[in-house]
């Protein structure tokens, strides 16, 4: 849907983000068109990228069909992992318009405990935040290990290899929000961090799709080569 997303699409989303942050102004910051201001950002990100992907030299390249098995595979993984990553975001920007980043003062322990001993909704959001947090670090950790594990080139393990990075600093950085509560350059270095993560699981996404679809042709090719196997044996 991205990569097929046409012009007028695209120019209505930049105009929707335009109201929306018209809005953020006039109603000084609320917190519903402020995280909405923020997640159609995102989306406009992924818009950007997605074209600048499928209209790379390495989209056109060739695909065997061996490859194309293995990447159905990775493709609901990377698939759900790109939902869930967006999905944190949205749960970031929701913690932070609500002024509930030092909800929870320490890390990697809540009030000195695995779970707070309570809740309010700036504590529950928190908290929530840094499960998605764990699922997103899950995830990443399983996608990368089929993608490495499989018969794949650069165009997988590249985005792969990207994640690992980007995770391990997102975590560090998320950490360091607390420790040195909020500041600035951490704050910030955080929130784009989960947009490039973001932005490398739906690379990662995209061309999973793509070397899942193997050509009409090349199957067709290759099924005389199957058959004549198959008699030899």
């Known amino acids: 849907v991205l990569c097929t997303a046409s012009a007028p699409t695209r120019l209505g989303a930049v105009l929707a983000q335009a109201l929306l942050g018209g809005l953020t102004v006039l109603f000084l910051l609320p917190t519903v068109v402020s995280v909405a201001h923020a997640g159609l950002a995102e989306i406009f990100f992924c818009l950007i990228v997605s074209i600048a992907v499928t209209t790379s030299v390495a989209w056109q390249l060739p695909v065997r069909p061996a490859v194309a098995a293995a990447a159905a595979r990775v493709r609901a993984l990377a698939t759900c992992l790109t939902g869930v990553i967006y999905?944190?975001?949205?749960?970031?920007?929701?913690?932070?318009?609500?002024?509930?980043?030092?909800?929870?003062?320490?890390?990697?322990?809540?009030?000195?405990?695995?779970?707070?001993?309570?809740?309010d909704l700036a504590i529950g959001v928190h908290?929530?935040?840094?499960?998605?947090?764990?699922?997103?670090?899950?995830?990443?950790?399983?996608?990368?290990?089929?993608?490495?594990?499989?018969?794949?080139?650069?165009?997988?393990?590249?985005?792969?290899?990207?994640?690992?990075?980007?995770?391990?600093?997102?975590?560090?950085l998320g950490a360091t929000v607390?420790?040195?509560?909020?500041?600035v350059v951490p704050n910030t270095a955080h929130v784009a961090t989960g947009a490039a993560l973001l932005v490398t699981s739906l690379v990662l996404t995209l061309f999973s799709r793509r070397l899942a679809v193997v050509p009409a042709a090349i199957i067709a090719a290759a099924s005389p080569v199957r058959a004549a196997n198959g008699a030899l044996a």
């Open 87 to 119: 999905a944190q975001i949205l749960l970031g920007a929701v913690m932070r318009h609500l002024g509930a980043g030092l909800a929870i003062p320490d890390f990697p322990l809540a009030f000195g405990r695995l779970v707070p001993s309570h809740f």
């Open 127 to 172: 908290f929530a935040h840094r499960i998605g947090a764990l699922v997103v670090l899950v995830l990443v950790v399983w996608t990368v290990w089929r993608v490495l594990g499989g018969p794949f080139d650069s165009r997988l393990r590249w985005p792969a290899r990207a994640l690992l990075v980007l995770v391990a600093l997102q975590g560090t």
């Open 178 to 183: 607390i420790w040195t509560a909020r500041a």
